[in-house]
């Protein structure tokens, strides 16, 4: 009698905040999980290899972890060539709006050589799915809310958001000459446990502890659609069952190759003072706040229509920043021991 092997599921940047909870619930589910990162020290790695512990103690033999830049596609090859890759969910990329004026050359090779890479290991091992993080930030000054899937998104107001663009374009180009099925991902400002030390919940949190002043720019005046993780990995794997249809019919996004475009993220905009007042009753204490002006390459508001993704999955987004954010005060006390 043949052994039953779960299937393998490849997950870049698995060291990362999405991708390491994408990872455990897969894993949970009895997948066998491939992660690769590059564990690069954009910020702190111990952040990172504390993940990766983690998963490896919760999970043992089904997690393999390769530490390798998936941007050297010499060292990607050789390091999967005894792999049988089932699916790919594709969330390893250099993040941050504001560092991307800073260290422009980090998003050309892993969001741009780095994507091309997924898309040519995805050709040659005929993959069912292909999912990848691509970001709001591609719709950069659009002042139309919500954000719809349908506009247009040709005028970024940072590299980031530039190369999270071309990553789509990209990926449309593949999905319609090799038919591989493909679909990316809008991100909305998501957090949650194991989040980024870069992202205001870390950085508000931190400094109100501390207390120290936090940096709230524009004044204050700025919305974001924040978004819990438990919310998003539902997402991402509710797409990753269901590959879109390689059947000529237009899908979301606008492609009529196999590649869909959705948004994911909370639909309920959140004001940046109020957020903050939450943050206060969850720490237990007042935050002193430092405003200062609208920074380069940030936009005032997002909002995500997610119309598309609820209707072809049933994505549902159910946790309010009144839920989440004591969540991830929780985490990051314990964490840090605070």
């Known amino acids: 009698m043949r052994e039953h092997r779960p299937m393998t599921i490849l997950v870049t940047g698995a060291a990362g905040f999405i991708g390491m909870h994408v990872a455990d619930r897969l894993l949970a589910a009895g997948s066998a999980v491939v992660g690769i990162d590059n564990m690069n020290d954009y910020y702190a790695v111990s952040l990172k290899r504390d993940r990766i512990a983690a998963l490896s103690e919760r999970h043992g033999k089904l997690f393999t972890f390769l530490e390798l830049d998936f941007a050297d596609m010499g060292a990607l090859q050789a390091a999967l060539a005894d792999q049988t890759i089932e699916s790919i969910v594709h969330l390893g990329a250099q993040a941050g709006v504001r560092y991307s004026l800073i260290n422009p ?28 993080a691509s970001s709001s930030s591609v ?11 349908e506009d247009r998104a040709d005028h970024p107001v940072s590299l980031y958001a530039a190369t ?5 374009l990209m990926s449309e180009t593949y999905a319609h000459l090799f038919r591989i099925p493909m679909t990316g991902l809008r991100f ?45 990995v539902s997402g991402i794997l509710g797409c990753l069952a269901s590959p ?5 019919s237009p899908k979301a996004g606008g492609s009529r190759a196999p590649h869909r475009l959705y948004n994911i993220g909370n639909n309920r905009p959140e004001e940046l003072m109020h957020l903050i007042a939450v943050l206060e009753d969850a720490c237990g204490r007042k935050a002193e706040v430092d405003f200062q002006p609208m920074q380069p390459g940030d936009v005032h508001a997002t909002f995500a229509d997610i119309g598309a993704i609820a209707d072809d999955i049933g994505f549902a987004p159910t946790m309010g920043i009144e839920q989440g954010v004591p969540r991830f005060v929780s985490w990051y006390r314990a964490y840090h021991s605070a």
């Open 105 to 132: 050359h980090a998003y050309v090779r892993s969001n741009l050589a780095g994507h091309v890479n997924m898309l040519e290991l995805a050709r040659e091992r005929r993959v069912r799915h292909l999912v990848y």
């Open 139 to 149: 719709y950069g000054g659009n002042d139309s809310l919500p954000f719809r899937v």
């Open 164 to 168: 999270k663009r071309a990553d789509e």
């Open 188 to 232: 909305f400002t998501v957090y949650g446990p194991w989040g980024r030390p870069d992202m205001a919940m870390w950085i508000f949190t931190s400094k109100i502890l501390r207390g120290e002043p936090i940096p709230v720019f524009n004044h204050g005046r700025m919305q974001r659609d924040f978004t819990y993780i438990d919310d998003i």
């Open 244 to 248: 879109p249809p390689d059947d000529g």
